[in-house]
């Protein structure tokens, strides 16, 4: 990747975990302070509930595209561990153009609604639903260009055989973490 590409790419991250920060901290705001409302003065914030389930929403989606740059999604590696290079390197393209498949289904499928979304409004707050589900352009476009990324980065050989298996463990994280640190 070069070197301006990367400073876009890294940008765009800090900005999608800073937004995902931003949302999880209104939405915590917005359900505390209507349960508070609700049991100590007998009211609430009526759009509280509605904007709270449109930002978990959002924050799923986003979270999904930052769990997919850092390989943090779950996965099975145990028969891949087995495989050699040529195996790894197959299974590796053929997983990532089934998930560059369903990016593509994922933005079809968004784009098709659009217009539905775009003329119904929520219940409570009145927005189009079209700025709710519009995520589904982000995160495919987004998950895309990843996937898209890694496949050229397949192609031209820059990957090692641990880089091929797409699962980070949760367990060896730790322990490395653990040794760097007793250095």
């Known amino acids: 990747m070069t ?3 990367k400073k876009i790419n890294d940008l765009f991250f800090r900005l999608a975990e800073l ?3 931003v949302m999880l901290s209104v939405m915590v705001i917005m359900v505390f302070g209507n349960v508070v409302l609700r049991y100590g003065f007998n009211s609430g914030l009526i759009s509280s509930e509605e904007l709270s389930r449109f930002l978990f929403i959002w924050i799923t989606f986003l979270g999904a595209i930052v769990a997919m740059r850092e390989n943090a999604h779950l996965g099975l590696d145990t028969m891949i561990r087995l495989l050699p290079r040529a195996g790894k390197k197959f299974c590796f393209a053929l997983s990532n153009v ?3 498949g369903c990016c593509v289904l994922m933005f079809y499928g968004t784009f098709k609604q659009h217009q539905i979304n775009a003329t119904t409004l929520s219940a409570v707050t009145q927005i189009p639903m ?3 589900y519009g995520v589904g ?3 495919s476009i987004a998950m895309g260009l990843l996937i898209l990324g890694k496949l050229l980065r397949l192609a031209r050989g820059e990957f090692s055989d641990e880089d091929l ?7 060896d994280g730790g322990e490395q973490h653990i040794k760097g640190a007793a250095r």
């Open 3 to 5: 070197r301006p590409m």
């Open 19 to 21: 937004t995902l920060v």
């Open 98 to 100: 089934l998930m560059l």
């Open 130 to 132: 079209s700025w709710v």
């Open 137 to 139: 352009y982000v995160a």
């Open 165 to 171: 298996i797409q699962v980070q463990d949760s367990e």
